[in-house]
């Protein structure tokens, strides 16, 4: 019996000890610049709700704190959501934020791609959003996909769940996947988010980190535009694929009275040390416009764009 808990005790640290491994190899960058010199809002401030309660990925207070800051320094007033989606808690905020909620709590444990929110809780954001509100919805790649699929549908999103490569189009040999979608290679789309209100806003290069492509409704504008020999894969190591030419990395459209992007990969809009080397990953990339490109879909939620 001695020798049977053992090994149980020796299997289960390990395990502990390598989740935190994984954790450990993706951190919020403390040394990031997210004040903005001439904020937005310097009154009014929009109420932006950042959605926590549905065991998502990203937090106000860990990998997505740099986001939260920058937008903070533009004048929105941004709030942690703890509560799940209603009629009540909704009315009162401007947008709504979901980064990366899983149907589980870990995103190793069954179940994690099954949908984190209820049909009642499509129903009301998609209502919401009829009704004049703003949302930023970010699903990554599996198992992110699947545990947003519900919400997406409701606006007519098809998500494809798994994990998207461009072996041929790779910003960085080094790390498989991180796509550059530039004005140069014909990939970055206009609209009024990546034009920005100036040309100090004009963003030209952005970078995103693996994630998973997206199809939007009929309507909906392509803002990052995977190429030709994109394809996606059901898992990281599969041998098979199928094609990702045409399909999106970002999307915004009009919803009724309301707004919505969505975004199928969440790094773009962090700014994390990753890796054993922690490397930058996401707007602390030296040479992306990631940062400009947070600000701007924030401006076109908000209305100003």
């Not at 970010?138 to 098809?158: T, W």
Request: glycine content about 10%.
């Amino acid at each position: 019996m001695k020798t049977h808990f053992g090994r149980f005790l020796t299997l289960a640290l390990a395990i502990a000890l390598q989740s935190q491994l994984v954790s450990s190899q993706q951190s919020s960058d403390p040394a990031f610049n997210t004040t903005v010199a001439h904020p937005t809002y310097t009154k009014n401030y929009p109420r932006v709700v950042f959605d926590e309660a549905h065991n998502n990925f990203h937090t106000t207070t860990g990998r997505y704190k740099p986001f939260v800051d920058l937008i903070s320094s533009d004048g929105y007033n941004v709030v942690p959501g703890r509560k799940l989606f209603a009629k009540p808690s909704l009315s009162t905020f401007r947008i709504l934020v979901i980064a990366n909620a899983l149907g589980a709590e870990d995103m190793d444990e069954e179940g994690a791609d099954h949908s984190a929110f209820t049909e009642e809780e499509c129903d009301v954001v998609r209502d919401w959003v009829k009704g004049g509100g703003a949302l930023l919805l970010i699903a990554d790649h599996a198992p992110f996909g699947g545990a947003a699929e519900s919400l997406g549908k409701r606006f007519g999103v098809e998500m494809s769940k798994g994990y998207t490569f461009d072996p041929e189009n790779d910003f960085a040999a080094s790390r498989p996947s991180t796509l550059l979608f530039s004005r140069e290679n014909k990939r970055l789309l206009d609209h009024p988010i990546t034009n920005g209100r100036n040309a100090g806003e004009r963003i030209n290069r952005v970078i995103t980190f693996t994630g998973q492509s997206l199809n939007g409704p009929e309507g909906s504008s392509v803002l990052l535009l995977l190429s030709q020999t994109a394809r996606d894969k059901p898992d990281r190591e599969s041998e098979t694929s199928v094609s990702a030419a045409g399909r999106a990395q970002a999307l915004a459209f009009k919803y009724g009275k309301g707004r919505v992007v969505i975004l199928g990969e969440a790094a773009m809009l962090s700014a994390q040390l990753a890796g054993p080397k922690k490397g930058p990953m996401g707007m602390n990339v030296p040479g992306s416009d990631n940062r400009q490109l947070a600000l701007n879909i924030m401006h076109w939620l908000s209305g100003l764009l």
